[in-house]
Structures are given as structure tokens and as C-alpha cells.
């Protein structure tokens, strides 16, 4: 029941922008824990931002902040990812993840829910 579907993926080059987005269905969006994680080549993941849906609390990792914007449109059920002055080093796979368990960020199992993943390029 529970689907996540990222897109808006592709190449960029340094100090461009790209917005992400994560149409979601199959839960109650409005109440949940959604957050961006990404997994550069031949790296582990990176937690990237989260945000909680009810009430627009936000938080990013120190390497994405003041750079990169996580919000949410809960009538369309579509978390989002703006990201802007991208660099080389945010090349990645890009997962929207639904849920929480833990703060063990970086890790699969901490989320519910993930989508497919979308891939940013950053290169000149």
C-alpha cells in the first residue's frame, strides 16, 4: 500500500539547482516523519534533511545547510528537496524515506518506508 516515487533527479553543473520531489501515498502523510537520505558512489547513506509533516519542523545535516530546502505539500502528499549551490560531492541517489525508528540516520532499517531513489549528477 505504501508507496514513495522521487523524481527530478538528473545532471547539474557546480553551483546550479534541482528540485527533488517525493509523491507518497498509502498513509497519512500529513502526520509523518519525512526525510531525504542519499547514497554517493561506492559510499554508505548520508542522512540529508527531515521534516515533520504536521508541524513543518525541519533539520539538515551540517554538509547540506544553507544550501538545500526540505518542505512539503501536504494536499498533494508531496514531500521536496531544493537544493541549490550544488557541489561535485552531492552527487548521489536520492531516497525520500517515510518514518522514523531511531536516530541511527544512516542507517536502512531507522526508516519505514523508502521510495527508488532518483540520481543527481553534479559535474561540469
Known amino acids: 500500500e505504501v508507496q514513495l516515487v522521487e523524481s527530478g533527479g538528473g545532471l547539474v553543473q557546480p553551483g546550479g539547482s534541482l528540485r527533488l520531489s517525493c509523491a507518497a501515498s498509502?498513509?497519512?502523510?500529513?502526520?509523518?516523519?519525512m526525510s531525504w537520505v542519499r547514497q554517493a558512489p561506492g559510499k554508505g547513506l548520508e542522512w540529508v534533511s527531515t521534516?515533520?509533516?504536521?508541524?513543518?519542523?525541519?533539520y539538515y545535516a551540517d554538509s547540506v545547510k544553507s544550501r538545500f530546502t526540505i518542505s512539503t505539500d501536504n494536499a498533494k502528499n508531496t514531500l521536496y528537496l531544493q537544493m541549490s549551490n550544488l557541489k561535485p560531492e552531492d552527487t548521489a541517489v536520492y531516497y525520500c524515506?517515510?518514518?522514523?525508528?531511531?536516530?541511527?540516520?544512516?542507517?536502512?532499517?531507522?526508516?519505514?518506508?523508502w521510495g527508488q531513489g532518483t540520481q543527481v549528477t553534479v559535474s561540469s
Open positions: 524515506a517515510a518514518g522514523r525508528k531511531n536516530y541511527a540516520l544512516d542507517r536502512q532499517s531507522t526508516y519505514g518506508y
Open positions: 521534516i515533520y509533516s504536521h508541524s513543518s519542523n525541519t
Open positions: 498509502g498513509f497519512t502523510f500529513s502526520s509523518s516523519v
